[in-house]
């Protein structure tokens, strides 16, 4: 007799890093959020995510705050022109944030994104 429990089978071969990829996403979706994978360009998304990285990019006489978000599926670039910190927004906070999405640097992007910070 052959046991089948796919899900199970699942989470004992995948990787820790394939687990929380699958947890973060499972999170968004349940919070109405679209997976970055699913995203288009030129049009308004809401995105939840788990901040990976946290850079202050100078520019000519203005500065950019500019973030990596996560949620599992994907990779999204959040930048705030003209701020240098927003706080609250740290490496591993989980956020959700709306706005157009772009293609900068080959990358989907918002530019000054509205956030909530979710616990």
């Known amino acids: 007799m052959i046991l089948r429990r796919p899900g199970w089978l699942r989470r004992l071969l995948s990787s820790h890093q394939q687990?929380?990829?699958?947890?973060r996403?499972?999170?968004a979706v349940?919070?109405?959020?679209?997976?970055?994978?699913?995203?288009?360009?030129?049009?308004?998304?809401?995105?939840?995510?788990t901040v990976s990285m946290l850079t202050l990019n100078p520019r000519g006489g203005?500065?950019?705050l500019e973030t990596e978000l996560h949620d599992g599926t994907g990779t999204l670039k959040l930048i705030w022109m003209g701020?240098?910190?927003?706080?609250?927004i740290i490496p591993g906070v989980k956020m959700r944030v709306?706005?157009?999405?772009?293609?900068?640097?080959?990358?989907?992007?918002?530019?000054?994104?509205?956030?909530?910070?979710?616990?």
Do not use: C, K, M
Not at 19 to 23: F, P, R, S
């Open 83 to 88: 701020r240098r910190v927003i706080p609250g």
């Open 19 to 23: 687990l929380v990829a699958d947890e």
């Open 62 to 64: 203005g500065a950019w």
């Open 30 to 49: 349940v919070a109405g959020a679209t997976p970055i994978r699913d995203l288009q360009p030129h049009t308004v998304g809401t995105v939840q995510g």
């Open 25 to 27: 996403e499972q999170e």
């Open 98 to 119: 709306e706005g157009r999405i772009t293609l900068h640097e080959g990358s989907p992007t918002i530019f000054n994104p509205a956030y909530e910070l979710v616990a």
